[in-house]
């Protein structure tokens, strides 16, 4: 999976297209990520204590890593992502104007 935690993306299928927001949680095992402000549902929450109240929370919900594209940093436009290797690290770069990912 080559979206890590802090990348800005972009989704570009499902309810929330065109959105874009830094990804919370990366679930490389489900192929899933956390998005900030997408696909926010509400839950309802009951009181733990007496002196609680119930409530609604907004929950971001994962999105599933193909449905979401990385942001290149220099064009700002979606991009596809490859690795590279460089001095013996493997680092990601951008497709589209070949820059390199933090």
């Not at 929450?45 to 109240?53: A, D």
């Not at 940093?73 to 820059?99: D, E």
Request: aromatic share 2%.
């Amino acid at each position: 999976m080559k979206i890590k935690k802090g990348d800005k993306v972009i989704v570009i299928a499902g309810k929330d297209r065109g959105k874009t927001g830094k990804v919370l949680r990366a679930l490389p095992r489900d192929e899933k990520v956390v998005v900030e402000g997408v696909y926010i549902s509400k839950r309802h929450e009951k009181p733990t204590s007496k002196r609680q109240k119930g409530q609604i929370v907004e929950k971001a919900l994962p999105v599933h890593v193909s449905n979401v594209m990385i942001v290149d940093p220099k064009l700002h436009v979606p991009t596809r992502v490859s690795v590279k290797k460089l001095q013996g690290k493997y680092i990601r770069v951008t497709k589209k104007s070949n820059t390199q990912l933090e």
